[in-house]
T-cell receptor, first 110, second 115 residues
């Protein structure tokens, strides 16, 4: 699976949009971009995934650049409960395992 | 709709002992994967079960073994426990071997402490 690069930590004010970047410059055409988050002492929570097009669900939006070498996860109105480690993962279409990196620790402050 | 459930939530064992962890997948899912998460690290893939067979395995020794039952639930067994086996053990379920198209859903894990 392609390697991803994320900043180790980010801060965001409550109520503002949180934009979490991810670099995956070696991504292949059959690899999906997945985002998970992990709140302390809980299991990873699935957020969103995409292949080529931008995606939106009730939790977040995923913006993938046209060359697919990077993506941004957007939490439109961050709350304190969004404080967590966010993992960007590139996953081969026919491989159902996930390879986690170190992720980005997002701290949402009042 | 029940999500992935794991038991027990916490466990303390002594070096050399054996442990069994249990997982029930999310309703409608038939594939179970196990991950180990050491403190401060991301989860690491142990193995995956589908149709009661081990389908993929990560870089873990044979002391780690598993089983999947006809109702899709699964067990993770670890023999001859080492101090380094202390970790959060996560179970994840998904639908088939659809890979990138089917998200994995995780339980909240079993915290194993080996003393």
């Amino acid at each position: 699976d392609a390697k991803t690069t994320q900043p180790p930590s980010m801060d965001c004010a409550e109520g503002r949009a949180a934009n979490l970047p991810c670099n995956h410059s070696t991504i292949s055409g059959n690899e999906y971009v997945y985002w998970y988050r992990q709140i302390h002492s809980q299991g990873p929570q699935y957020i969103i995934h995409g292949l080529k097009n931008n995606e939106t669900n009730e939790m977040a939006s995923l913006i993938i650049t046209e060359d697919r070498k990077s993506s941004t996860l957007i939490l439109p109105h961050a709350t304190l409960r969004d404080t967590a480690v966010y993992y960007c993962i590139v996953r081969v279409a026919l491989n159902s395992t996930l390879t986690f990196g170190k992720g980005t620790m997002l701290l949402v402050s009042p | 709709d029940a999500g992935v459930t794991q038991s027990p939530t916490h466990l303390i064992k002594t070096r050399g002992q054996q442990v069994t962890l249990r997982c029930s997948p999310k309703s409608g899912h038939d594939t179970v994967s196990w991950y180990q998460q050491a403190l401060g690290q991301g989860p690491q893939f142990i193995f995956q079960y589908y149709e009661e067979e081990e389908r993929q395995r990560g870089n873990f020794p044979d002391r780690f073994s598993g089983h999947q039952f006809p109702n899709y639930s699964s067990e993770l067994n670890v023999n001859a426990l080492l101090l380094g086996d202390s970790a959060l053990y996560l179970c994840a379920s998904s639908l088939g071997l659809a890979g990138g198209r089917s998200p994995l859903h995780f339980g909240n894990g079993t915290r194993l402490t080996v003393t």
